[in-house]
């Protein structure tokens, strides 16, 4: 079964840093394209963050570019989302999506964790 | 920079057949963007539904079907049910690697 488990959110200060990770199971992550995306409270999705499967081709929204860095490690199965000079419109919650092979849908999903920005 | 377009909300009978339509702030969406739709009910995680405009995910009920009306992407409902009721995004993938989600429409079905 694919699964995908977000971790690391919590409460962070405005300014401060935050580190997402995702642990993939149950397929060979090595070959998929990761992305993040996130969902602020009672608002709707926005795409953040992609990366292939080598790595070698790395996106980012215009909302985050700068300030966040998606990186994954194949060999421990893990998307990574590193996050710097956060902002009370950060607040969210993270998750974490599979591209399918296609590279045209995102086919399986996190259940996503929550992040929030406040002084 | 591109805005992908929704109908905020929407409200369908029990039964009844409703279309939710994606469109893009300028410019026609044609399948070339590879349009896909997803189901979101509150707390969960979103679904995939259709992809690449017209297909229908794993398991996705065949009441669910996905269209190019004119210049949007158009998501169908037929034989709507209180189950349906949920927030239902439209994601196209833009060159150079971006990709942008619409801002969802809430359906009602009463």
């Known amino acids: 079964e694919v699964q995908l488990v977000e971790s690391g959110g919590g409460l962070v200060k405005p300014g401060g840093s935050l580190r997402l990770s995702c642990a993939a199971s149950g397929f060979a992550f090595n070959v998929y394209s990761v992305h993040w995306v996130r969902q602020a409270p009672g608002k709707g999705l926005e795409w953040l963050s992609s990366?292939?499967?080598?790595?070698?081709?790395?996106n980012y929204a215009d909302s985050v570019r700068g300030r966040f860095t998606i990186s994954r490690d194949n060999a421990k199965n893990s998307l990574y989302l590193e996050m710097t000079s956060l902002r009370d419109e950060d607040s969210a919650v993270y998750y974490c999506a599979r591209v399918g092979l296609r590279g045209i849908m995102f086919d399986s999903w996190g259940q996503g964790t929550r992040v929030t920005v406040s002084s | 920079q591109t805005v992908v377009t929704q109908e905020p909300s929407f409200s369908v009978s029990p039964g009844g057949t409703v279309t939710l339509t994606c469109g893009l702030s300028s410019g026609s969406l044609s399948g070339a963007y590879y349009p896909s739709w997803y189901q979101q009910t509150p707390g969960q995680a979103p679904r995939t539904l259709i992809y690449?405009?017209?297909s229908r995910s794993s398991g996705v009920p065949d009441r669910f079907s996905g269209s190019i009306l004119g210049n949007k992407a158009a998501l169908t409902i037929t034989g709507a049910q209180a189950e349906d009721e949920a927030d239902y995004y439209c994601l196209i993938k833009m060159g150079g690697g971006i990709w942008v989600f619409g801002g969802g429409t809430k359906l009602t079905v009463l």
């Open positions: 990366i292939t499967s080598s790595s070698s081709s790395i």
């Open positions: 690449n405009t017209f």
